[in-house]
Every structure is written in C-alpha cells, then in structure tokens.
C-alpha cells in the first residue's frame, strides 16, 4: 500500500515513520499545491461558472447560497466522472513529471 502525503510536520515525526514502516506502508510524497491530483478544481471552475450564469445570483447572500445549491443539485454524475475518472493517469503523469506539473 502507498500512502500520499504533504509533507506536514507530523508525517515526518519519527513515531508516524516506525508506524508506517512496522505496517508495510510505502509513502508517496504529495507534491506542493498540484492541481492535477486535485479534480475537484475543475468541478469548482464548472460550478462557480454555472452559479454566476443563475439571474440574481449576485444580489445577495441567500441569494448566491440558492444559486449554488441549484447548480449543486443539477451537477451530473457524468460531470463528477469526467474529472475522477482520470486520476490513474493524472497520478502516471505526475509521476513521469516527477511532482511537477503534468498539464490537466
């Protein structure tokens, strides 16, 4: 098994190490910030887009909060799959960049 991680102070305690290698726990570092192990930006850029296009959306807070629950409702499946689907080959990508950007 591999474990990701950011780098956090606790990951690196001598304790978390000893656990991890007592269990057979491999780590992968989690690169700083990288938004092609994070599919859900591209879901946030969908909705937040889909939110403005609502009329009245920016008129008040009660008002952004029924905008977003409504493009949240109307989020397909399809629209989630489209982005998690990819992580085996987004993670590949990263790998082959060795942590750096991979280009989704």
Known sequence: MYLVEDGSGP????????????????????PPSSPDLNPI????????????????????LDSL??????????????????HTSQMDARVKAVKKAKGYQAGF
């Not at 990951?11 to 989690?30: F, V």
């Not at 591209?42 to 889909?50: F, G, T």
């Not at 909060?65 to 489209?82: G, M």
């Open 41 to 60: 930006e591209p879901l946030w850029y969908i909705i937040k887009k889909h939110v403005a296009e609502v009329p009245g959306s920016g008129k008040d």
């Open 11 to 30: 990951h690196r305690r001598k304790s978390t190490r000893a656990a991890r290698e007592s269990l057979g726990i491999k780590t992968h570092p989690h």
């Open 65 to 82: 909060w029924a905008a977003a629950k409504k493009v949240w409702d109307e989020l397909t499946d399809e629209e989630v799959a489209a």
